[in-house]
């Protein structure tokens, strides 16, 4: 099966290798050309646009930053959308809203192309060993062809029905998850500065009912006070800000996810937002050298 990638960020670079790995013939294209070097040494073709890509692969996946990167590469000159034809896939993997995948969807399928939307659960190290989960939502006779390719990829894959519900399962675990980071950071300061010790509250936390694979990856570099990006805080708050928006378009009070999003925005606003999303723990005051 010859699969198009287009985004070769953190994630998009780790899956398209897996496919490499697992004998799919892959052709690339990123924004910055440049990093699609490293994928040619390991067997991938290159374009020069989403549109060239679309037009040599019957299937082309996307994996980009956020609704406005998804919405570019399809709509914009040299797009996917000049070359998008009656038998041809596009699956986007993009962490967007409802919103933006059925924009996508509908002007893919005005041109008598398939449209899948595909966001995952997991991150850097499940991409590159397979280990994500798919949300997958749309067509449902392109899930079932490209499920081979979705194999290599995840440990499971959900298909959602209609177009929007994959983005909304993604958006909603994702609230979740960053509510999760604040809580756990502020547990680990108030251990530390009322006298314990992090690490024993991290084996205390690991065989209880709260034990989850986030805290304890997570937990000890964050103890360490070092955050190299696994997933980029940037696009938490991002996910955060389109989860509180889909919130409030179903009138649902967050109060919980709100908070967790400011922590995440003035993480950002202190030049953290390309580390991990663990770093919302330095936006605690706690933390900081005193002056
Ligand atoms: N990292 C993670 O753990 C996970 C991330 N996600 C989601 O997956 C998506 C990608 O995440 P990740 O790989 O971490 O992000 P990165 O920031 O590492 O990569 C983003 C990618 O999007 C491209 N891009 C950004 N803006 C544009 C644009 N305007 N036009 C074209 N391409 C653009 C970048 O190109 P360039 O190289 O030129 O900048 C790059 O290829 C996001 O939606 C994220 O929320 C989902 C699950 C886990
Ligand atoms: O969107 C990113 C999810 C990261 C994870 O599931 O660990």
Redesign the pocket.
């Known amino acids: 099966m010859e699969i198009g990638f287009l985004g070769l960020g953190i994630m998009g670079k780790a899956i398209s290798v897996n496919l490499l790995r697992h004998g799919f013939k892959v052709t690339v294209w990123n924004r910055t050309l440049s990093k699609c070097g490293e994928l040619v040494e390991l067997g991938a073709s290159v374009e020069e646009t989403p549109a060239a890509v679309v037009k040599k692969c019957q299937y082309t996946i996307a994996m980009l930053s956020d609704p406005s990167a998804a919405l570019s590469v399809v709509f914009d000159k040299g797009g996917v959308l000049e070359q998008i034809s009656s038998g041809k896939g596009y699956i986007d993997m993009s ?1 967007v809203d409802a919103d933006t995948a059925s924009k996508i969807s509908e002007a893919i399928l005005a041109k008598g192309g398939q449209f899948l939307e595909a966001p995952v ?3 850097k190290k499940p991409a590159e060993d397979g280990q994500l989960v798919i949300l997958a939502a749309g067509n449902e006779a392109l899930y079932k062809e490209v499920i081979p390719a979705f194999n290599v990829i995840g440990k499971k894959s959900f298909y959602l029905g209609q177009v929007g519900n994959g983005a909304k399962m993604k958006l909603v675990v ?1 609230m979740i ?1 960053g509510s999760m980071m604040n809580a756990f950071s502020e547990g680990l300061v108030l251990a530390d500065r009322s006298g314990l010790e992090p690490q024993v509250l991290l084996d205390v936390l690991d065989l209880g009912g709260i034990a989850n694979p ?1 805290f304890k990856l997570k937990g000890p570099t964050m103890i360490g006070r070092s955050y190299p990006p696994a ?1 980029p805080l940037k ?1 938490q708050q991002k ?1 955060m800000r389109l989860a509180l928006a889909l919130g409030d378009e179903n009138a649902v009070s967050m109060p919980i996810a709100a908070a967790a999003n400011e922590a995440f925005k003035k993480a950002r606003s202190m030049g953290l937002g390309d580390l991990d999303f663990s770093a919302v723990h330095e936006t605690l005051e706690a933390l900081k050298p005193p002056h």
């Open positions: 962490t659960s997991g991150s994702n998850m986030m997933f696009h996910d």
